[in-house]
């Protein structure tokens, strides 16, 4: 798969906005400022195709992006306590509306930064993931800011932080080494090949 072979589509403020899902989905979630949009970049080789901003809670939409047979959906990063109440509710209803809604959603990218334990709104989101059945990962971001010592120390401690951790994938992730690329790519390609292949099948049961 050619992860530079991508193109920006559109983004959506609404969930009433949200155009039909004609393609497999990956989803990418987080909380603000834990460098949702430069992971992407990374994965994608571009150096700002998703916006990257120094202030948490710049995002305030849901974006697309199309890679070949895939649509990755760039959601809005949550738990900003500087956002209004009623941007808040927007944001939740807009993420809600979402998930919600009737699409071919294959993947979530659950981002949380592995220098801290995660936040209340990480578990609620992890919560939300394994009640309705969504497959996830999680993906450890900004893996550089530590030494060797502090990224065991907080990979261990992560076992006891997040319920049933050791049933998760949790792929530790740097933007600026592009540890981890690799790892993520990799899935990606699976789900686009398991795509392309039921296709095939389809179009030869025809």
């Known amino acids: 798969m050619n992860f530079h072979n991508v193109a920006f589509e559109s983004s959506y403020g609404l969930p009433e906005q949200l155009p039909e899902s004609d393609l497999v ?50 959601l809005p990063g949550y738990g900003y306590a500087k956002v209004s109440k009623s941007e808040k509710r927007r944001w939740a209803t807009l993420i809600e509306g979402y998930f919600l809604s009737d699409r071919n959603l294959q993947l979530v990218v659950q981002l949380i930064d592995i220098r801290h334990p995660p936040t209340k709104d990480d578990l609620s989101m992890l919560h939300f993931l394994v009640e309705n059945e969504y497959p996830f990962i999680v993906v450890l971001t900004k893996k550089d800011k530590l030494s060797k010592r502090q990224q065991t120390e907080r990979l261990e401690a992560f076992l006891e932080e997040i319920p049933c951790a050791d049933q998760i994938t949790m792929i530790p992730f740097s933007s600026e080494t592009g540890e981890g690329v690799e790892n993520v790519r990799g899935i990606i390609e699976e789900l686009a090949a398991a795509d392309l292949a039921a296709a095939e099948e389809a179009k030869h049961d025809e």
């Open 25 to 74: 989905e990956i989803a990418f979630s987080g909380r603000s400022n834990v460098g949702k949009s430069s992971m992407i970049n990374k994965v994608l080789g571009r150096k700002s195709l998703a916006r990257v901003s120094s202030m948490p809670g710049k995002t305030s939409t849901i974006n697309f992006f199309r890679l070949e047979n895939i649509r990755f959906a760039d």
